[in-house]
């Protein structure tokens, strides 16, 4: 990034562009340091809702995987299946 110096609307110090996050639409008012105190202090008030958030994050994702995970990753491991059930069982291969 560029050496230029920003203000920070929490702490008031002059820093430079490279300690402030990058948004969506450009830069942050805080600074890096400030923006983790606030999230470290909003856990505190309410940690549930922080890990709620968190939780949700996670399923999303997990369904993401999985959804762009083919079927036939899983084929092996069905094929392993029904061979041992044969086996076990004696009867004729389950496809």
Do not use: H, W
Request: charged fraction near 30%.
């Amino acid at each position: 990034m560029t050496d230029q110096l920003r203000r920070c609307k929490t702490c008031g110090a002059f820093k430079p562009s490279d300690d402030y996050y990058r948004g969506p639409f450009g830069g942050f008012v805080r600074c890096k340091a400030c923006c983790i105190a606030a999230r470290k202090a909003a856990y505190k008030r309410n940690p549930e809702y922080t890990k709620n958030l968190v939780r949700g994050y996670r399923a999303a994702a997990k369904a993401r995987r999985l959804a762009e995970t083919p079927d036939d990753t899983q084929a092996p491991f069905k094929s392993n299946l029904s061979e041992m059930a044969r086996q076990r069982v004696g009867g004729p291969r389950i496809q």
